[in-house]
């Protein structure tokens, strides 16, 4: 079985630019959370989303946002890029909303200059 | 908010045994999981714990005292592939949401 899918793995964006990166969790899998991890820190929580509802919400500004399709993949958009949202961007679904074991996909990372 | 609290290197040697502490404060706490991640790959999950006490996975074990507000990883039989980093992250409500510490680097050396 795949497992969570994230793309792509690499992006290169200049200041003030949008950017949408892509997840698809593992088959069967209803929740999707995403992590943005900085270099020599461990991930922090963004969003998570289940059966296409927002259902949580870490600290990050405005600029970013989500959505959960019908098909449980799910889009992470991040406007007006600054350079410090260079980071990895992590992806992690779990079974159901309450699941305890999260799996992570490789992750994009995204460069802005 | 949160706060979790790890060394942030370790060095074992071949063979030992490691312990890697985590203290964590949090407005809300749910469970403790370990994840371990290798340089440029995603963290894998090792364990959770919501109650108190030890959880053995093979060569891996968890404790957790709640009412410390404490839990560390256990590695047995260090092997050259442990090293890596290893994160605590606190659950803080009912949902999939995962609050994680900065991370222990474990250097394990023959």
């Known amino acids: 079985d795949a497992g969570v899918t994230q793309s792509p793995t690499h992006l290169i964006k200049t200041r003030g630019q949008q950017v949408t990166l892509r997840c698809s969790p593992i088959?069967?899998?209803?929740?999707v959370s995403w992590y943005q991890q900085v270099l020599g820190q461990g991930p922090q929580f963004i969003f998570q989303?289940?059966?296409?509802?927002?259902?949580g919400r870490g600290n990050f500004p405005d600029r970013f946002s989500a959505r959960q399709f019908p098909n449980y993949s799910s889009e992470l958009n991040v406007n007006a890029l600054l350079l410090g949202d260079s980071a990895l961007y992590l992806c992690?679904?779990?079974?159901?909303?309450?699941?305890?074991?999260?799996?992570f996909g490789q992750g994009t990372r995204l460069t802005v200059v | 908010g949160q706060s979790l609290e790890q060394p942030s290197e370790v060095t074992a040697v071949e063979g030992a045994i490691v312990q890697i502490n985590c203290t964590y404060q949090?407005?809300?706490?749910?469970?403790l999981s370990w994840y371990q991640q290798h340089d440029g790959g995603a963290p894998t999950f090792l364990s959770y714990?919501?109650?108190?006490g030890l959880e053995e996975t093979g060569r891996f074990s968890s404790f957790l005292s709640r009412s410390d507000s404490y839990g560390y990883l256990l590695l047995q039989e260090l092997q050259m592939k442990d090293s890596a980093s290893y994160f605590c992250?606190?659950?803080?409500?009912?949902?999939?949401?995962?609050?994680f510490g900065t991370g222990t680097s474990l250097t394990v050396i023959p």
């Open positions: 714990n919501a109650l108190d």
């Open positions: 949090t407005s809300g706490f749910y469970g």
């Open positions: 989303y289940y059966e296409k509802e927002e259902r």
């Open positions: 992690a679904s779990s079974l159901t909303l309450l699941g305890t074991e999260a799996f």
């Open positions: 088959s069967g899998h209803k929740s």
């Open positions: 992250a606190v659950r803080v409500n009912t949902g999939n949401q995962f609050y």
